[in-house]
């Protein structure tokens, strides 16, 4: 460690520490915001819509944990709120290309209040659980990284299908859980082991290869 510098928690830390041109707060957090949004949007480019699904297969959800871990839970649940208020904005910065005020899958209804809206408005508080998880420790092993991943995920998860059920029941006066449940959980679970495995790997490694030092 070196004199003068506090512990590097997170490997953001270890990265870009907090000395020279990025002593000051402000600067070194607003380039890290600014560097999170960035890689957002380019995961959220990675987007598959499916026929039978109002939710489309996107890279958003593994730039949330990857950034929660690396940023801490301050800076990672600041930075995607950033995102989510660029989208706002009306920046084309969600899944195919769309804003907050794009169309959603429901007619009449933008994306920040249609069905997907639930997964997004879950990301600070992922990026906040897996941040505080990564301030513990447990990115710099693959046994703990894992499990702090899935935590991560089964918020956007449970907490998109929770607005996705109540949205359904306020327009339709119904909602087929079990239908739903097969339609934006099920198909994406795969995928979700995938984005888990390799942010669980990669995130240890980085510890390894930057030197695992918790002082």
Partial sequence: MTPGLAPA????????????????????????????????????????PLPFSPVPITGQTLGVILLGALYGPRLGALTLLAYLAEGLLGLPVFALGGSAWSPSRIPGLPVILGPTAGYLLAFPLAAAVVGRLAHRGWDRRV????????????????????????ATTLLSG??????????????????????????????????????????
């Fill in 9 to 48: 928690r997170t490997l953001a830390d270890r990265l870009i520490p907090a000395r020279g041109p990025f002593a000051t707060p402000y600067v070194r957090d607003g380039l890290l915001i600014m560097a999170g949004t960035l890689f957002m949007t380019m995961l959220a480019r990675i987007s598959v």
């Fill in 143 to 166: 046994a703990t990284a894992l499990p702090a991943m899935l935590v991560g995920e089964l918020i956007i998860l449970a907490l998109g299908f929770a607005w996705l059920v109540a």
């Fill in 174 to 215: 119904h909602a087929d859980v079990g239908a739903l449940l097969g339609a934006a959980v099920l198909p994406f679970l795969p995928g979700s082991v995938v984005k888990l495995t390799l942010a669980a790997l990669a995130l240890p490694g980085g510890w390894r290869l930057l030197g695992n030092e918790s002082a």
